[in-house]
């Protein structure tokens, strides 16, 4: 079953960058609620924690991997936010 726990980080992982993509390029992010990427973070930072607690390499990577999209994707807001 750890090869789910995998499949799973990869395709959470994969789903961001398209977003970011398209955002980085059109310099675009009117649309886009910035809430819902704190209420992310927050998310993430906890299951980072608990993935660690629990010593699962699948959670912790997707936990990493999905702060770091979401601390980029805040960033890009911050920056075309008023473009």
Same mark, same amino acid.
């Given at each position: 079953?750890? *090869?789910?726990?995998? $499949?799973?980080?990869?395709?959470? %992982? /994969?789903? =961001?960058?398209?977003? @970011?993509?398209?955002?980085?390029?059109?310099?675009?992010?009117?649309?886009?609620?910035?809430?819902? *990427?704190?209420?992310? $973070?927050?998310?993430?930072?906890? %299951? /980072?924690? =608990?993935?660690?607690? @629990?010593?699962?390499?699948?959670?912790?990577?997707?936990?990493?991997?999905?702060?770091?999209?979401?601390?980029?994707?805040?960033?890009?807001?911050?920056?075309?936010?008023?473009?």
């Amino acid at each position: 079953m750890e *090869w789910l726990g995998w $499949l799973c980080t990869i395709c959470f %992982g /994969l789903c =961001y960058w398209p977003q @970011l993509w398209r955002s980085y390029k059109t310099k675009s992010v009117g649309d886009i609620s910035p809430l819902a *990427w704190v209420i992310q $973070l927050i998310g993430y930072t906890a %299951g /980072l924690f =608990y993935g660690t607690h @629990l010593h699962e390499w699948p959670l912790i990577i997707g936990y990493i991997h999905g702060f770091i999209c979401t601390m980029i994707f805040l960033i890009l807001y911050w920056r075309y936010r008023n473009v």
